[in-house]
């Protein structure tokens, strides 16, 4: 999903999940054709010209960029979460959502709150499955509230953290590293702050995968 689809988002967060599992269908038609291991700069990934901030923890970035109202990155996180499991011990992997207008705000606010209070791993996966599968609206502080209320999280609490000075920070923190990655479109996996993969480059989320695995390899060599 590219930024003007973003930007044509309404409150109930996108097209269907049946819409995007069909686009995903076509593109896996197109990684079918080329030969497994085959990853082409330009093609299958982007090198940045101007390497993006990592952390300082010593091993390999892994990020992922999402939107809770994306249904191609609903559709990814079985696969991403199991993926993401079994990476080496010289990788750390991290999620970040993307901040393209106001509904995109809001959810990152969620997450980054949800993060702050230690809910994050138990709340994750329900708030995609409240967008997509309940067709739930959260949109507004009040809907977002009464839902990770549901989720047995201290609205008090919650309301506090989302409108924190820290979770301000780290929203504007994922606006810089969206720029430096020149993102224009989620599900998307940086690598190490020199590459960027996506199933829409890859041919298919599933080979965007492989493609990352590669880029990690790489990765340790001397850029």
């Known amino acids: ?5 973003f930007l044509h988002q309404q409150a ?3 097209a269907s999940l049946v819409a995007g599992t069909a686009a995903l269908t076509g593109l896996g038609t197109h990684a079918h054709a080329q030969a497994p291991g085959d990853f082409i700069e ?3 990934f982007r090198r940045l010209g101007t390497p993006a901030p990592v952390p300082g923890h010593g091993k390999i970035d892994v990020v992922e960029f999402f ?3 994306c249904p191609h990155c609903h559709a990814l996180e079985p696969a991403l979460e199991a993926w993401s499991a079994k990476l080496p011990a010289d990788v750390a992997f991290r999620r970040m959502p993307v901040i393209f207008g106001a509904l995109h705000e809001a959810h ?4 980054f709150a949800l993060d702050a209070l230690g809910q994050l791993p138990t709340v994750h996966k329900r708030i995609f499955a409240a967008l997509h599968v309940q067709r739930r609206r959260l949109d507004k502080f009040d809907d977002i509230a009464a839902f990770v209320a549901e989720q047995g999280v201290d609205k008090q609490k919650f309301g506090e953290a989302y409108n924190a000075f820290g979770v301000a920070s780290k929203v504007k923190q994922s ?6 990655y020149a993102l224009d479109g989620v ?3 940086g690598i190490a702050g020199r590459f960027l993969t996506a199933g829409s480059m890859a ?10 695995d590669s880029l990690i390899a790489r990765s340790r060599k001397p850029a």
């Open 187 to 189: 599900p998307a996996l």
């Open 108 to 111: 990152a606010r969620m997450f």
């Open 203 to 212: 041919g298919s989320n599933e080979r965007a995968l492989q493609v990352a």
């Open 42 to 44: 330009g093609r299958d």
């Open 67 to 69: 939107w809770y109202g």
């Open 1 to 5: 999903m590219n930024r003007r689809d």
């Open 175 to 180: 606006q810089q590293l969206a720029q430096a």
């Open 12 to 14: 109930t967060c996108a």
